[in-house]
Nanobody, 122 residues
């Protein structure tokens, strides 16, 4: 089992930045990819970004590309999502997920955190 705990969410004004953290524990040697997803009230969960735990592979959604940066620090078992130029439409619960493939579909991820709330005011 791998446990994931997100942190770093909060309430910000439009145009500001936030850095989300995802701390992995347990059988972290199973990690091959870490992804971020988000879900806004009344909407489907959507892919944000993902990164390979080893190597350089990563992917971004169209809305994240150019504004968000995903990274990870393997030694500490921690993933990051740096979000700049936040917009009100970025308001959502952001979830960290871990799995065996670098994919954009949530079904490809085996482990999930409980999420951290990001609220962006206009």
């Amino acid at each position: 089992q791998v446990q994931l705990v997100e942190s770093g969410g909060g309430f910000v004004q439009a145009g500001e930045s936030l850095r989300l953290f995802c701390k992995a524990s347990g059988r972290t040697f199973e990690l091959r990819a870490m992804g971020w997803f988000r879900q806004a009230p009344g909407k489907e969960r959507e892919f944000v970004a993902t990164i390979a735990w080893f190597g350089n592979a990563l992917q971004y959604s169209d809305f994240a590309r150019g504004r968000f940066t995903i990274s990870r620090q393997n030694a500490e078992g921690t993933g990051f999502l740096e979000m700049n130029g936040l917009k009100p439409e970025d308001t959502a619960v952001y979830f960290c997920a871990a799995g065996e493939v670098v994919g954009t579909n949530g079904d490809e991820y085996k482990y999930w955190g409980r999420g951290t709330q990001v609220t962006v005011s206009s």
